[in-house]
Nanobody
Framework: QVQLVESGGGLVQTGHSLRLSCAAS????????MGWYRQAPGKQRELVAT???????NYADSVKGRFTISRDNTKNTVYLQMNSLKPEDTAVYFC???????????????WGQGTQVTVSS
């Protein structure tokens, strides 16, 4: 099995920063792309940022210039540095990853359980 565990969420004021971490563990050969998504109350889950195995990144327009995604392949961990936070960034943040595992012919996507980020005005 593969597990993803997020940490770093919390309550902050507008304009402040948070850094989310997501560590992968379990049985897998390697990790392809990793990403962060978020879901606000009453809304669908949306893409925040992704990072490929070669480091190429992609961001939602709403977070460009404020958020930075990175990964440490030696630790099987993906990070999300969030600066200049706004109330509209309030959501549960989920990480995911595409894992090469012995029981599947293709990469399998796994998700973390989510971490709450609340930005007060």
């Amino acid at each position: 099995q593969v597990q993803l565990v997020e940490s770093g969420g919390g309550l902050v004021q507008t304009g402040h920063s948070l850094r989310l971490s997501c560590a992968a563990s379990g049985s897998f050969f390697d990790i392809n792309g990793m990403g962060w998504y978020r879901q606000a109350p009453g809304k669908q889950r949306e893409l925040v940022a992704t990072i490929a195995s070669d480091g190429i990144t992609n961001y939602a327009d709403s977070v460009k210039g404020r958020f930075t995604i990175s990964r440490d392949n030696t630790k099987n961990t993906v990070y999300l540095q969030m600066n200049s936070l706004k109330p509209e960034d309030t959501a549960v943040y989920f990480c995911n990853g595409d894992f090469r595992v012995r029981w599947a012919a293709t990469y399998m996507r796994y998700w973390g359980q989510g971490t709450q980020v609340t930005v007060s005005s």
